[in-house]
Nanobody, 115 residues
């Protein structure tokens, strides 16, 4: 069983920044990929960013150049730095990992960007 706890969401004006954190209940050293997804009301959950153990990253086109995903294995934490936020970034943001063949999700943190 893996528990993921997200934090750092909130209300911010367009153009502002937020930094999301996701703490895992286990060591993440051997977890190959850790990712962030988001889901806006009435929409499907979509991939935002993924980071591998080697530091390789993948981003959704809509966030490239604005968001940065990173991981701190010593703290068992993955981060999502979000800059130049837009109202369309408003969503619940969820951390996810696959461990022993099972995908785990956090409960999410809400990000609201006002225009």
């Amino acid at each position: 069983q893996v528990q993921l706890v997200e934090s750092g969401g909130g209300l911010v004006q367009a153009g502002g920044s937020l930094r999301l954190s996701c703490g895992a209940s286990i060591s993440i050293v051997s977890i190959y990929r850790m990712g962030w997804y988001r889901q806006a009301p009435g929409k499907e959950r979509e991939l935002v960013a993924v980071v591998t153990t080697g530091g390789s990253t993948t981003y959704a086109e809509s966030v490239k150049g604005r968001f940065t995903i990173s991981r701190d294995n010593a703290k068992n934490t993955v981060y999502l730095q979000m800059n130049s936020l837009k109202p369309e970034d408003t969503a619940g943001y969820y951390c996810t990992v696959v461990y022993s063949g099972i995908r785990y999700w956090g409960r999410g943190t809400q990000v609201t960007v006002s225009s």
